[in-house]
């Protein structure tokens, strides 16, 4: 892959982007005219899951509903968009990424395909873990509530939209090891700070895994919360490993700033002592 010159008019850095830009918008394109002819297979696909939740057609495939006469193209569009996103977000991750290539340094390019192919591979894990773990147990949660008062009929644009969502949310969510990983390769935060505030990192990922998942179930925010808290765990043991002496060496840093800034308190406190004990 060309790497331009880190250094160019502003305008060069736009049109760069532009370029960058078309070609992620071309190849949504292409994808979304083809994903929209399988649309038909891909819903059936996306619903396998959830299947045993939802009314059964006549060829005992899941069933439907749409409630406008134009609800039906409106959720095949969503369907080939939403399923081009995800098939193009290779193409879209290489291209981000090396717009920013550039930027970084030589001894730091070296880092461009390992960050490229862990990220898409994160963001596939993600998806297909949540279609295989999460869909389940979250759609047999969700339709319990209404057992005994209520009578489920699946709307397609609702059912699709919160899968889709869910497939999104968590293939981003599984990007955490990635950002965290980095976080302290660069030292953006210190290893040693994101090792000692676990409590409030685990806080956070509470929260973000809250926000994430699209409905307001417990079960699927602790769904998400645990792979989040162990890849969390994973990409800081990474992080040791490759900055191990680093590690070291910022920890006997901080203990001796420790030990100065006791002392330190120790003789004023001392002075303080003295001058009451001489005004006595």
């Known amino acids: 892959m060309p790497i331009g010159p880190a250094r160019m008019p502003l305008l060069d850095h736009l049109g760069e982007l532009r370029?960058?830009?078309?070609?992620?918008?071309?190849?949504?394109?292409?994808?979304?005219?083809?994903?929209?002819?399988?649309?038909?297979?891909?819903?059936?696909?996306?619903?396998?899951?959830?299947?045993?939740?939802?009314?059964?057609?006549?060829?005992?495939?899941?069933?439907?509903?749409?409630?406008?006469?134009?609800?039906?193209?409106?959720?095949?569009?969503?369907?080939?968009?939403?399923?081009?996103?995800?098939?193009?977000?290779?193409?879209?991750?290489?291209?981000?990424?090396?717009?920013?290539?550039?930027?970084?340094?030589?001894?730091?390019?070296?880092?461009?395909?390992?960050?490229?192919?862990?990220?898409?591979?994160?963001?596939?894990?993600?998806?297909?873990?949540?279609?295989?773990?999460?869909?389940?147990?979250?759609?047999?949660?969700?339709?319990?509530?209404?057992?005994?008062?209520?009578n489920i009929v699946p709307q397609a644009d609702r059912w699709i939209d919160i899968i889709i969502k869910f497939e999104i949310g968590f293939g981003c969510a599984f990007e955490l090891p990635l950002v965290v990983f980095y976080l302290t390769i660069f030292e953006v935060i210190p290893y040693s700070k994101l090792r000692h505030s676990w409590r409030t990192v685990y806080v956070v990922l509470l929260v973000l895994s809250a926000m994430i998942t699209p409905d307001s179930s417990p079960v699927t925010m602790m769904l998400l919360f645990v792979p989040l808290v162990a890849m969390y765990e994973v990409s800081m043991f990474a992080a040791r490993v490759v900055l191990g002496k680093k590690i070291q060496q910022q920890a006997k840093e901080e203990a001796e700033e420790a030990k100065e800034d006791a002392e330190i308190e120790k003789e004023w406190e001392d002075r303080k002592k003295k001058r009451a004990m001489n005004r006595a």
């Open 19 to 150: 370029m960058r830009c078309v070609r992620i918008v071309v190849c949504l394109l292409i994808a979304v005219c083809v994903f929209y002819m399988a649309t038909p297979t891909i819903a059936q696909f996306m619903l396998a899951p959830v299947a045993e939740y939802m009314p059964q057609n006549a060829d005992g495939q899941p069933a439907l509903a749409v409630f406008g006469a134009f609800d039906a193209f409106q959720v095949r569009f969503n369907i080939a968009i939403w399923s081009s996103i995800l098939a193009c977000m290779p193409v879209i991750m290489w291209q981000t990424l090396a717009f920013f290539l550039p930027a970084l340094k030589p001894k730091e390019r070296k880092w461009f395909i390992p960050t490229f192919v862990i990220a898409v591979g994160l963001f596939i894990f993600g998806t297909v873990f949540c279609y295989l773990v999460i869909l389940d147990p979250a759609f047999q949660w969700l339709t319990d509530q209404a057992s005994g008062f209520a």
